[in-house]
Structures are given as structure tokens and as C-alpha cells.
């Protein structure tokens, strides 16, 4: 039956493209990758081998009782993951994290990709949409996808559908906020399209508290934009909140912190001096994102200086700032259930091109498309995993549950799966999602 199959094609030999392909490959399906190394280099690979860690060697927590990416890992391994596998192969002594040899895993991946009968791999750039005789293709280009085919994916999709970089705001779970302090309301009360007019957490200051929170941006330890990608042109007017701060101190006062149209039921009798909003982030409510605070200050340092807000004191973060150079779809908008295209649908996306991050998240991505285009091509029903998973949850967020308006990058975490009983709190709470994705996903392996 093999034999007559014809091949699906991957652009990208990244985490993403590299799990993709074996996924196929596995199933049966006969694979073209295409990745562009070494012929065309990145400004961030080094060599030319698949699956390169482009920086850290971590895959972070491998614990799959208590954490998100860690159940995620525990996941990819029972459907068979490469990546994972290779990542095993290669750990090194990294405490509860899995770390790799950055070499000997990428080695790995390459090794197995390359020898796999179904897989032939073609070193040349993909520079335009792929031509029309390729059937069914999975791109799989990552953060750093060559200017020649993003431009070709912005002319299909559309203008805004494709971001060069990411402004990362951080991003709160529900359940840490100080609601004691900080209130639900619309400024003036108005619902707008889908609103009820009470869209917005508040949190408010006293001229004290704001002086000291605005010394504190200043003052804060940042991370410097890359040589690169201070030349991205797309970046200008979106600014780090630490450079609006610098810029005076009631800039802040007087933009996205403005104190107008507010009422703190609270201190109903006191104005407030300023308001840091916070805007509920996906479809579940789970999660809410602090409106306009895309940063380039370090994460500990942005752990510290948020939780001066009043009302995130005790603040617990599901994803904290960032700005880098990165290209990726609105693909809450414009992918299907299935991670296909839907105005092209013989094009499916995978990896951090989706608008998931981190390496995992990428490879895990990646893992899903190749099974769903397997499926496909072998004429069989494409069945997803249950929202309740760590894949179901990372998949539903990019494809219809995050908020399409202001989405951006995002990692797995425990606020984009279906919440568990409020009952239950603390760290049980998150025992109680682990136990139900993995009994699901074992019932979604063998149904
Ligand atoms: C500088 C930098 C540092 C990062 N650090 C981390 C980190 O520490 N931890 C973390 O988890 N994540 C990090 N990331 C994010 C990381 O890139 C992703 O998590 C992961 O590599 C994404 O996997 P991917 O397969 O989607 O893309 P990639 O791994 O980047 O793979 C994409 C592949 O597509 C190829 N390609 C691109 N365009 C074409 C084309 N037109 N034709 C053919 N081939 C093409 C590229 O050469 C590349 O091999 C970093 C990203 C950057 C840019």
C-alpha cells in the first residue's frame, strides 16, 4: 500500500518538522522533508544538522505529576515521540529538568530521520508557496522562517495574519488574583462586541505605589534586543513598558495605566491614581493578560516588580513577557481544528510558526500534524486529543481558544486545560489535571 501513497511534504527540519516526519513515516506515509540548512542559513542555527537547540539544551520540568510541560513530555512518549526519545537517549544530570547533550541529541534525530526508508530529506529553501502538484504539506519553519516563504504565507492569509515579532505580555492565572482589591469593570461600563461591561480586571495605585512601580521598570535588569533583531522593521511602535516608563513618569499615567472611566468599589471614594488592566486571555477565563506590559525585562525581575501591582501580590504566572524576533501565525483565525490552513487547506502549520513556544510545545505540535496528515493521506478519520490532555490543550488554544485579537506565543500551562473541581487547591490541584490528561490520553490511544 506504501508504494503507492504519495509523499507528504515537510518544509522545516526543526523539533517540529523533524517529529512531523516521523510521525508519517511511522504510519507508513512516505515523507519529503525539505529543510534549507546549509545551503541558507538562520541568524540563530549553527549547523546543519535536524532538531538543532538553538539555545538552551532544556526541555524544563519532566515532572509529570505537578507540571505542565513535564506532562506534556510524559504525553509525547506515549504516542511515540522521536524528540522525546532522542531527549531520553542524550539526558544529562539536570535535577528535575530533562537536559540534554545538545550534539549527541540533535545527532539522534538525524540519524534516525535520514535512515528511515520513507523519509528522503532535500536540502533547498522552500521559497514561495509550495507548488500546487504537492498535495499535502505540513511547514514546520519555526520562529526564524525565511523571508521568501513568510512573505509567500503573508500574501495567502492575509496582512495581519502574520507577526514578525512577538510582544509578550504576561500573562496571570484568575485564581492568584487579589479580588479583594482588584475589581471587574469596562472603562465606563461599556460591554462593547460580546462584552458585559465588566471585561477587565483593575488594579489600582496610590501616587506612592506608582512612583515606586515606575522606579522599579527603570531600575529593572532587561535583556538586550540581538544584533538581528534590532534590524526586524516591524518592531517600531510597540514599545517595552520599561521604555515608556523611562520616557516620564506619568507617560505610563497617561497610556496604557490611564486612571480614567474607573470606579474601585473598594475606594469608591478615592480616584485612582493609576490602573493597570488586566484582559481575559482565552476562551475558558482562566487566564488573564496584563494589557500593553510587553517587556524585555527578565523574568525574575518581572516576577518581582508585577507582583507590586496591588492585587497581584501573590500573583502566579502562566507565561511572563517577552519581545523577540518571531514569525508566526493568528492561528486561532485562520487554522482549522486539524492545524490546516483553511483557505488553503492542503497546507497545515506545525511548530512555533503556530504561535505555540519552546521547544517542546514546537516538537509536540509538530507530533499532532504528522499524525493528522497520516491520517489523512491514509484515508482515515482524523480523531484530536481530548481537551483534558496537555496536546488537546496546547491545540485547542491555537486553534480556536485563545483570544484572536491579542494573541501571541504561548507555553503549555495548567490554564489552558478545563478546570478540575475548585475544591480541590494547591498541589493537588494540579495532581488532579495530570491524572485526567494521561487516563485521557490513554483512552484517546486506544480508542
Ligand atoms: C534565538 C532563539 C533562541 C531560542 N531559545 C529557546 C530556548 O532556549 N528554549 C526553547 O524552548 N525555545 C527557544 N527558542 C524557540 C525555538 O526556536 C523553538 O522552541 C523551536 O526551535 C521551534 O521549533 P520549530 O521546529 O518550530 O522551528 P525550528 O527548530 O527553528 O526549525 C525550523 C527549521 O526550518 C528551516 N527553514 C526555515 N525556513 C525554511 C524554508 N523556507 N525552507 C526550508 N527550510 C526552512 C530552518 O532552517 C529550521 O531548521 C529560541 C528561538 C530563537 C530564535
Known amino acids: 500500500m506504501t508504494d503507492t501513497l504519495r ?44 532538531a538543532e537547540l538553538v539555545c538552551s539544551n532544556s526541555f524544563r520540568s519532566d515532572d509529570a505529576e505537578y507540571n505542565a510541560v513535564g506532562l506534556l513530555h510524559e504525553e509525547m512518549r506515549r504516542c511515540g515521540s522521536l524528540i522525546l526519545r532522542c531527549a531520553d537517549a542524550h539526558k544529562v544530570p539536570a535535577g528535575g529538568a530533562l537536559a540534554m547533550d545538545r ?38 519553519t519555526g520562529p526564524l522562517t525565511s523571508p521568501a516563504l513568510a512573505e509567500a504565507v503573508r500574501s495567502q492569509t492575509g496582512e495581519e495574519s502574520l507577526a514578525f515579532f512577538d ?13 479583594s482589591k482588584a475589581w471587574f469593570q469596562s472603562r465606563y461600563d461599556k460591554p462593547g462586541p460580546g462584552g458585559t461591561g465588566k471585561d477587565y480586571i483593575n488594579c489600582a495605585f496610590e501616587k506612592d505605589e506608582y512612583r515606586a512601580f515606575i522606579a522599579a521598570l527603570i531600575e529593572g535588569e532587561k535583556i538586550d534586543f540581538k544584533e538581528w533583531e534590532k534590524s526586524t522593521p516591524y518592531f517600531e511602535g510597540c514599545l517595552p513598558i520599561e521604555v515608556m516608563a523611562e520616557r516620564g513618569v506619568d507617560t505610563l499615567r497617561y497610556g496604557p495605566m490611564k486612571p480614567v472611566g474607573l470606579t474601585n468599589p473598594h475606594k469608591p471614594e478615592r480616584r485612582p491614581y493609576a490602573v493597570v488592566q488586566l484582559r481575559q486571555d482565552n476562551a475558558l477565563g482562566t487566564l488573564y493578560n496584563l494589557v500593553g506590559f ?9 516576577a518581582r516588580i508585577f507582583r507590586m501591582i496591588p492585587g497581584l501580590e501573590n500573583a ?5 513577557g517577552g519581545m523577540h524576533r518571531n514569525t508566526f501565525l493568528n492561528s486561532p483565525r485562520i487554522l482549522d481544528g486539524a492545524l490546516r490552513l483553511k483557505s488553503l487547506p492542503r497546507l497545515r502549520f506545525a511548530g512555533q510558526v503556530t504561535g505555540c513556544e519552546g ?7 509538530g507530533l499532532l500534524a504528522g499524525r493528522f496528515a497520516a491520517a489523512e493521506r491514509l484515508g482515515q478519520e482524523i480523531s ?10 496546547i491545540l485547542g488554544h491555537i486553534t480556536g481558544g485563545a483570544e484572536a485579537e491579542t494573541y501571541q506565543p504561548m507555553n503549555v500551562n495548567f490554564g489552558l486545560f478545563p478546570p478540575v473541581d475548585d475544591k480541590i487547591r494547591g ?21
Open 7 to 50: 509523499p507528504v511534504h515537510v518544509i522545516g527540519g526543526g523539533l517540529a518538522g523533524s517529529e512531523a516526519a516521523w510521525q508519517l513515516a511511522s504510519r507508513g506515509v512516505p515523507v519529503v522533508l525539505h529543510e534549507m540548512r546549509p545551503v541558507r542559513k538562520t541568524e540563530a542555527h549553527s549547523t546543519e544538522k535536524l
Open 103 to 140: 550534539d549527541g541529541f540533535a545527532d539522534a534525530v538525524t540519524e534516525a530521520v535520514s535512515s528511515h526508508p520513507l523519509i528522503a530529506i532535500q536540502r533547498e529553501e522552500v521559497a514561495g508557496l509550495p507548488p500546487e502538484e504537492w498535495d499535502s504539506v505540513i511547514v514546520a
Open 167 to 179: 510582544a509578550i505580555a504576561p500573562i496571570v492565572y484568575l485564581e492568584s488574583i487579589d479580588l
Open 294 to 302: 510587553q517587556t524585555k525585562l527578565r523574568h525574575a525581575e518581572q
Open 316 to 320: 502566579e504566572f502562566a507565561r511572563l
Open 359 to 365: 521547544y517542546v510545545e514546537s516538537a509536540a505540535v
Open 384 to 393: 484530536t486529543p481530548p481537551v483534558t490532555t496537555a496536546l488537546g490543550a
Open 427 to 447: 498541589r493537588d490541584r494540579k495532581l488532579a489535571y495530570t491524572r485526567r490528561a494521561l487516563a485521557d490520553l490513554d483512552g484517546w490511544l486506544n480508542g
